[in-house]
């Protein structure tokens, strides 16, 4: 009965690849996030979606997108990779505060 | 643009020991500011908030206090334990409703020993 659940935990790949990662909620929250911890261990916010719409864009690539098929999923689709996405990225859920995180998935870019 | 900054990075003490961790901000136009937890491995749980209007929140041996003017915040331990090593994070909410703007510090980690 995980809250937030994303999947893969750990996610190896080359360059160049398109890759994706799949989070849902199971708490009823009306928006979730997508967040990126660097390698200096820094969080910050790369989207949120609230009932399917995007209401908050930071400067990401646009080689990552978000992806909501409905209120309690939204995926991150990833081309291209660079060695420089390498990074764990926490999906998260609210309804108002406080954020509830999932477990991060690792991403290395070899 | 909002900046959060927490002091130590690291901090060891011994089983027993009271502890503060500090957290200060950049802007004092806050709506409220957030304690999280972080294990290795795992994502952030929240442990407490403290509305720009209150001074502080307590929840078991957890004590944060607010100072909205001088732009700081403290994450009080008491009697800390070994299961209390982690990083421990603050983030400032500048907004009502959604979390989409809320600024974190780079956090804390906090190690216990027995």
């Known amino acids: 009965d995980t809250a937030v659940s994303q999947t893969p935990k750990y996610l190896v790949t080359q360059m160049g690849n398109d890759k994706s990662i799949k989070c849902e909620q199971n708490?009823?929250?009306?928006?979730m996030y997508w967040y990126k911890q660097d390698s200096k261990k820094f969080l910050k916010i790369m989207f949120s979606?609230?009932?399917?719409?995007?209401?908050i864009n930071e400067t990401v690539p646009n080689r990552f997108s978000p992806k909501s098929p409905d209120k309690a999923h939204l995926n991150l689709h990833i081309n291209s990779l660079e060695l420089g996405d390498s990074a764990v990225y926490f999906c998260?859920?609210?309804?108002?505060?406080?954020?509830?995180f999932g477990n991060g998935t690792r991403l290395t870019v070899t | 643009k909002q900046e959060v900054t927490q002091i130590p990075a690291a901090l060891s003490v011994p089983e027993g020991e009271n502890l503060v961790l500090n957290c200060s901000f950049t802007?004092?136009?806050?709506?409220?500011l957030q304690w999280f937890r972080q294990d290795p491995g795992k994502g952030l749980t929240s442990l407490l908030l403290?509305?720009?209007?209150?001074r502080e929140q307590t929840s078991g041996r957890l004590n944060a206090s607010l100072d909205k003017s001088s732009g700081r915040s403290t994450l009080y331990i008491a009697a800390s334990q070994p299961g209390d090593s982690a990083t421990y994070l603050c983030?400032?909410?500048?907004?009502?409703?959604?979390?989409?703007?809320?600024?974190f510090g780079k956090g804390t980690k906090l190690t216990v020993n027995p």
């Open positions: 983030a400032a909410d500048p907004t009502q409703g959604g979390s989409e703007k809320l600024v």
């Open positions: 979606y609230n009932n399917k719409e995007l209401i």
């Open positions: 998260a859920s609210s309804q108002d505060s406080p954020l509830h």
């Open positions: 708490l009823g929250h009306d928006t």
């Open positions: 802007d004092s136009a806050i709506y409220n």
């Open positions: 403290i509305q720009s209007s209150q």
